[in-house]
């Protein structure tokens, strides 16, 4: 049986101050104009309204991160030969991640697979992961460019989550999840609450039954291979896109990579970066050509990746939690629903025309 406790709002930031001693808190607060997932500070506040422009992927892949230190010698003996010393620098450290929504959460499991998986894993991602702990917060509304619920998802989902916030009057009911949720609850900033599961039960009600009803995505991903071939329609799609690579470092879901080494003289360091698929320079090989050279054949990937490719490996799930923020934060508002729903289109009438 789950652990109820209630959390008052005005309690938040105190607790949170209190975690900053044990943890690295990251939660969701104004950064000029913007809501953000920053380093938890009271005097920032916590913006629990809205959802914040950049998800919470920092906490597991940070956008920059040094895999190791190393230091060349030259041996005396034979003297064509370096010696390398290597000293990796595991993170240490507990993480929480406070306010996640539930599509950033799901979009965890979505790394999961991929940095701690059954082919491969990763010890920096999976240190993290394992030092990582995730306050969902469900929610009590939807932007106009959130589709979870058409990906797989919902509001109120508690996939990934160690605990979920669920909103009452005047503060949040919190239910642990897991081993690590039910040592965070164990607090005495937390009132006992098992008699308000109920209620805090029907408010996910309500919550889903705001959701609109509307078509699904889930199981395209033969549409999107039917259209592979068809340039045009990739064209098309991608005609207004600038190549600026916004949707993908906003993506909750997005883990591309680049690896650089900093040398400085016989020492240095291997760097780990977020990379972007979306840039005419992802895949531009050494020689000079580029399996991707256009905005087309990038599009087609990125779209093809969320919504064929990685479902096709991974029991079907989407790699897209349809948290829109690759639309809101888009210069050119591209809308990657319109898009998917325009390839559903495109491929159910070309098997039309297949049948006549
Ligand atoms: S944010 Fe918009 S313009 Fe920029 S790469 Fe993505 S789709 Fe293209
Ligand atoms: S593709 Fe867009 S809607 Fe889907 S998870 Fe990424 S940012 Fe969110």
Redesign the pocket.
């Known amino acids: 049986m789950t652990t109820a406790r209630f959390l008052k709002a005005r309690d938040i930031a105190p607790w949170l101050e209190e975690l900053s001693t044990a943890y690295t808190v990251l939660a969701p607060a104004r950064h000029g104009d913007t809501v953000v997932f920053r380093d938890f500070n009271p005097a920032n506040g916590i913006d629990m309204e809205h959802l914040s422009a950049t998800?919470a992927k920092k906490a597991l892949l940070p956008p920059c991160e040094t895999l190791f230190e190393y230091k060349t010698t030259k041996t005396e003996e034979p003297p064509y030969k370096t010696a390398i010393e290597l000293h990796p620098t595991l993170p240490e450290g507990k993480v929480l991640v406070f306010g996640a929504r539930p599509?950033d959460a799901r979009?965890m499991q979505i790394f999961d697979r991929v940095y701690d998986g059954n082919q491969a894993r990763d010890p920096y991602y999976t240190a993290r992961r394992n030092n990582a702990t995730i306050v969902t917060l469900a929610c009590d509304h939807q932007e106009e460019?959130c589709?979870c619920d058409r990906?797989g998802g919902s509001p109120v989902d508690a996939t990934g989550s160690d605990v979920l916030l669920t909103p009452l009057k005047a503060g949040y009911v919190a239910e642990a999840l897991t081993d690590k949720g039910e040592t965070l609850l164990n607090s005495t900033t937390f009132m006992k609450a098992d008699g308000l599961k109920q209620e805090a039960l029907n408010a996910r009600h309500k919550m889903l039954e705001q959701v609109p009803d509307r078509s699904s995505f889930l199981d395209m991903e033969r549409n999107l291979l039917s259209l592979f071939s068809d340039l045009g329609f990739w064209d098309k799609t991608a005609q207004a896109c600038l190549s600026c690579g916004a949707?993908t470092y906003?993506?909750?879901?997005?883990y591309c990579f680049n690896i650089t080494d900093e040398s400085h003289g016989d020492s240095g360091k291997r760097i780990r970066t977020w990379d972007n698929c979306m840039s005419s320079q992802f895949t531009l090989e050494g020689s000079g050509h580029n399996p991707r050279p256009t905005k087309a054949h990038r599009m087609r990937n990125?779209i093809g990746h969320?919504f064929s490719y990685y479902p096709q490996l991974h029991d079907k799930t989407l790699?897209?939690?349809?948290?829109?923020?690759?639309?809101s934060n888009c210069p050119v508002s591209f809308d990657?629903r319109n898009a998917v729903a325009c390839a559903i289109q495109q491929a159910d009438a070309a098997r039309e025309h297949a049948h006549d």
């Open positions: 998800p599509c979009a460019t589709f990906v949707c906003l993506c909750p879901t997005c990125r969320k790699a897209c939690v349809g948290c829109g923020r690759c639309i990657i």
